[in-house]
């Protein structure tokens, strides 16, 4: 079953070269959601964490380092001059890898190349993921002023003991002195934490996730640890340090989400909390959260993603489109003047219209036909007709409890909510006679 972080999802992207891509970013400053996200990827850090199934490399010679931002520079100078310059940019979302390892001048300097070419939207959302295990107060204060409004800080768990387990350095400074610093400069905070680790109990997560409330983040995830050895062989030293039992995996989480809720975070999605002030939570009340690959966002942030660096992806309103996934390849096209897009997928109307859809599903576990149909300037009925909307599934699906049917619209229940997926399944039409294979649930 598809997990729909994109559609159609990335597994059917297909070889995709420059020239197509050239077109695509021309043709996107035609298209709707006028709006600029970039997407800057650094894939190294200082230390690999155990558990990490993201791309990460250890961090090379510096001079390595500089030669990966130099192409980042460069990868942008080859496609902002692509882009209308009346744009306005809505976000700019820095991901990794550890993109606090690159020097912080070079931060402000990515960032300056951005926004000095093109205007902002009022209150955009610049944001980084950070490593805290390598910021003094010096660091954080730099970063602030490099421009953010929002900082993601990877704590994982407050346990020293499970950190040291898992290759993970703790914050360098105590996170009560981040909060202070990054709150007098009014940057909203996201904390991520991580469950199923080596040495978690339900108790001793639940204990982190009390130290977390404390601190009151604007923001917070708890991602469920994904086992994938088979691809990530260092995972192997987990499952020696012996995982946590499946049940008590389990318990973590709801253990965890029973407390944020009484301490007043909604849930938005399977993992994130937010404060019920959050314009997430607004979003989703009225079912107009959106989401790209970096994460929530709502319709006044979203827009066209420009990716830029090893394995970005471009999230285009007609096109997809991956950057190759290795960094001497990245490296070395770039400086001969190559955008180094590898693959990608192209959208026609009637996919546009089907992503929609999904996306409204998947995101606000509720889809209006007639509301996208009109934002759309299309007829409902033809709307549906270009799903898989079958009255007789989703009517048999109604009676199982999974989702509750109306005219024009569908909205999943609180015990379907593990089906949303299915459900999503069943409106797409790339799923009929479909071969390829997809991830389990994890
Ligand atoms: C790119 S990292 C965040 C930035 C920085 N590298 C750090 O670790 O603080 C993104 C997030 O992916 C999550 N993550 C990494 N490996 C994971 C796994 N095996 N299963 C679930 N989440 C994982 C971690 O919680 C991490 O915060
Ligand atoms: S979790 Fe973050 S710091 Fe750790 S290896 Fe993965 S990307 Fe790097």
Known sequence: MPRYTSYPPANYFAELGEADFKNAVLESNEQKDSNLSFYIHFPYCPRLCHYCACNSYAMPQTENVERYIDALHKEIDMILPLLNSERKISQIHY?????????????????QHLLSAFKTIERPEIAIECHPGYLDENGWQT???AGFTRMSLGIQDFNADVLKTVNRKPSLIPINEVFKILRQRNIKINLDFLYGLPLQ???????TISQAVALAPDRLVTFSYAHVPWIKKAQLILEKAGLPAPENKEKMFDNAAQLLEKEGYVRIGMDHFVKSEDELFEALQNHRLHRNFQGYCTRRTT???YAFGVTGISQLTAAYAQNTKVIDEYISEVFSGKIPVRKGYKLDKNQQLVREVIESLMCNYYVDFKEIAERLNVETDFLKSVTTYNIDILKNM??????????NSIKITAEGSPFVRNV?????PLMKNTTKSFSKPI
Do not use: H, R
């Open 143 to 145: 970063l602030a002023d």
């Open 95 to 111: 991901g990794g890898g550890t993109p606090t390892s690159m020097p912080l001048d070079a931060i402000k300097e990515l960032n």
């Open 201 to 207: 109990t339900p108790e001793s997560f639940y204990n």
């Open 398 to 407: 109604q009676d199982d409890g999974i989702l509750e049917l109306n005219e």
């Open 303 to 305: 827009a066209q993603v």
């Open 424 to 428: 999503a399944a069943s409106l797409d």
